[in-house]
């Protein structure tokens, strides 16, 4: 039984940091890319950011560029994103997926089919 358990969320000022992470059991995660992906009420889910297998290749969403920082520990099965000067509009709940798939680069983020349940992060302005 697979699960991703995220952490870190909260409620910030426009401006802050918030570290997000996720810790992986149950499937091994060091073979599959993982990402994070968020949705905002009314909105539909979307990519945030993706890291593959390795830690060596990452893909983020134009909107976070020059802001969040996705990483990963194998080791410690987790990863994590790393968000700065956040903004209202990054106002979502936020979730942590595995890759389905073996040895990919997670973009296009087409095969996640692992899911945590998900972290609020709200901003204010």
């Known amino acids: 039984q697979v699960q991703l358990v995220e952490s870190g969320g909260g409620l910030v000022q426009a401006g802050d940091s918030l570290r997000l992470s996720c810790a992986v059991s149950?499937?091994?995660?060091?073979?599959?890319?993982m990402g994070w992906f968020r949705q905002a009420p009314g909105k539909e889910r979307e990519f945030v950011a993706t890291?593959?297998?390795?830690?060596?290749?990452?893909h983020y969403t134009d909107s976070v560029k020059g802001r969040f920082t996705i990483s990963r520990d194998n080791a410690k099965e987790s990863v994590y994103l790393q968000m700065s000067s956040l903004k209202p509009e990054d106002t979502a709940v936020y979730y942590c997926?595995?890759?389905?798939?073996?040895?990919?680069?997670?973009?296009?983020?087409?095969?996640?089919?692992?899911w945590g349940q998900g972290t609020q992060v709200t901003v204010s302005s």
């Open positions: 149950g499937r091994t995660m060091n073979t599959r890319a």
């Open positions: 890291i593959n297998w390795s830690g060596g290749s990452t």
């Open positions: 997926a595995l890759d389905k798939e073996y040895y990919t680069l997670g973009y296009p983020p087409s095969s996640f089919g692992y």
